[in-house]
């Protein structure tokens, strides 16, 4: 994906939503759904020269976990952490084990990457509710613009920050202020500006793809799976996240023995509470309804995602740790940290990948498969990827226009970009068409200017009936008005932050310079 993202921006589209190289060339709507920017960053990087896919998954890798390691380290030191405690909990955070794992066992590049953002979003967080360090309008633009990265980088951590965000408001709202209250809504309101022109898009395909196969139904028998070996790390996260619990609630007995500093305390009070709804939807038996009902947790998917949450407190219990209690409790997370460390360090060194899309072809995910496809084959026996191989491989080889095209009669390209295709067509008569592509309602096909119905085929390829004549037939992807619209509110949301950012940067500039005396 980050290669066949590159190739588009290299050929001057600015913002890839189609697919043309998905599924044998018929094209895929993967771009319309995915955030982009780790696909930005990796197009970055291929600048300096790191083509080969595997490197520039490596090269990513490594700047995601030196940011994420300068990023922790910021926002420890935010709250007050010492300089050793700050280096030793920010190193834990960039090379946790089983963010390392993870990495490595589902290529998951997009997630190590959020580890980057993640305190950027507390740092402003906690400003607003300290209202501390620069003006009010920069502290709101701040939340709001790594907001809005957060969730141009991956929706689940998104959704899960915006839900522990609430439940630390309710755990401190004796201590927030309005004022507060009203400057997150502010930022999440310019969040929603800044990440509209993805998510327009997001909202214009979804109708058109198979997104259920992104939602999971959860049993109460699902517990089961924690009790027995499968791929991943899955159940190893859900260990560590019971760890987790057991240090904060440790913590949490020892505080009437001991009195904690505000931090302390705070890092606690919120801790545990995010830590008890991680644990109560771990256990499917009596959570199996909720995760069902409630419709954010869909996107979550599955609690071991909620392991930065779980990383995210680990380090702040570490760096706040002043009192005896929180101290011994750093050193057992430490610990953890450090013994767990061992599965990764086998699959760095071997560079293991166990669902490596680099060992084996690329495969498309079936939920960005356009709902045209129809497999001529029932998908059972292998499911939809099964029906996908068994039907649109015996066509990959197929020419780019199929058609019962008489002596004299051509439909000739003669131009071919990734979202602009232009023929040259000659017809005695009017004549239907077969294109190499997948039929997707947002493909607009114009003959001399005037719009030609297309539709799809038996197995959904994009099909139209051209009329006699000699003329210039143009494909030509297009935008929906409501993605048009989510340009246009983003375009403006990022032009005023960028500029009100870049102002106050020059007035400080300016008033750190030294006055000259007359």
């Known amino acids: 994906m980050m290669a066949e993202f590159g190739k588009l921006l290299y050929s001057g589209v600015s913002i890839p939503t189609w697919t043309p190289d998905g599924f044998y060339h018929f094209g895929a709507t993967s771009f319309y759904f995915y955030p982009p920017i780790t696909f ?58 089983l963010r390392v794992a993870e990495l490595y066992s589902r290529s998951s590049l997009p997630t190590h990457v959020t580890y980057t953002f993640i305190p950027l979003v507390a740092i402003a967080l906690i400003a607003i509710v300290r209202r501390e360090g620069t003006s009010r309008i920069k502290r709101i633009l701040l939340l709001g613009l790594w907001c809005a990265i957060l969730a141009l980088t991956n929706v689940p951590i998104t959704v899960m920050m915006a839900m522990a965000m609430i439940v630390a408001a309710i755990v401190v709202w004796r201590e927030l202020r309005w004022n507060a ?63 987790g619990i ?9 505080w009437k023995k001991e009195s904690l500093t505000r931090i302390e305390s705070a890092v606690g009070r919120i801790g545990l ?36 949450l779980d990383l995210l407190l680990g380090i702040m219990v570490i760096g706040s740790a002043q009192s005896l209690t929180l101290k011994r ?99 005695k008569t009017p004549r239907p068409v077969t294109f190499h592509r997948f039929y997707w309602p947002f493909w607009h096909l114009y003959a001399s200017g005037n719009e030609v119905y297309s539709r799809p085929d038996s197995i959904g390829r994009a099909t139209a009936t051209f009329p006699s004549g000699h003329y210039t037939a143009v494909w030509q992807l297009e935008r929906t ?38």
Request: charged share 15%; glycine share 6%; aromatic share 12%.
């Open 246 to 254: 057991i240090v904060l609630a440790y913590t949490w007995l020892r």
């Open 40 to 97: 930005y960053l990796s197009s970055i990087v291929s600048v300096v020269g790191i083509q080969d896919p595997l490197s520039l998954f490596q090269a990513v890798s490594l700047l995601g976990t030196i940011a994420s390691f300068f990023s922790a380290r910021w926002l420890l030191r935010t709250i007050g952490s010492s300089e050793y405690r700050s280096n030793i909990a920010a190193a834990l955070y960039a090379c946790a084990p």
């Open 481 to 518: 008005p409501l993605e048009i619209a989510g340009l246009w509110i983003s375009g403006i949301s990022w032009v005023g932050v960028l500029v009100f950012l870049g102002i106050g940067l020059v007035r400080r500039r300016v008033r750190a310079m030294p006055s000259s005396s007359p």
């Open 329 to 427: 409790a750093a050193k057992l997370i430490a610990a953890v940290w450090i013994v767990g460390a061992v599965l990764p360090i086998i699959l760095v060194v071997f560079s293991f990948h166990i669902f490596s899309p680099f060992v084996r072809a690329p495969e498309d995910p079936t939920e960005y498969l356009p709902i045209y496809f129809n497999p001529s084959v029932s998908p059972e026996n292998g499911g939809m990827r099964g029906a996908v191989e068994r039907t649109l491989r015996p066509h990959a080889s197929d020419s780019a226009v199929l058609g019962n095209l008489q002596m004299g009669e051509k439909v000739e390209g003669v131009v071919r970009e990734p979202y602009h295709e232009k023929y040259d067509v000659t017809l």
């Open 273 to 308: 509470s995010i830590a008890a709804i991680i644990f109560f939807l771990d256990l499917f038996p009596i959570s199996a309804g909720v995760w069902n009902a409630f419709p954010p947790l869909q996107l979550v998917q599955f609690p071991w995602r909620f392991y930065p």
């Open 181 to 243: 209250v009203i400057d997150i809504m502010l930022a999440g309101a310019i969040a929603a500006g800044l990440a509209a022109y993805h998510y327009a898009s997001v909202l214009s395909a979804q109708p058109f793809s198979r997104l259920q196969d992104l939602h999971f139904s959860h049993r109460p028998q699902d517990i089961e799976l924690y009790f027995h070996l499968g791929p991943g790390t899955y159940h190893i996260l859900v260990l560590y996240a019971a760890v």
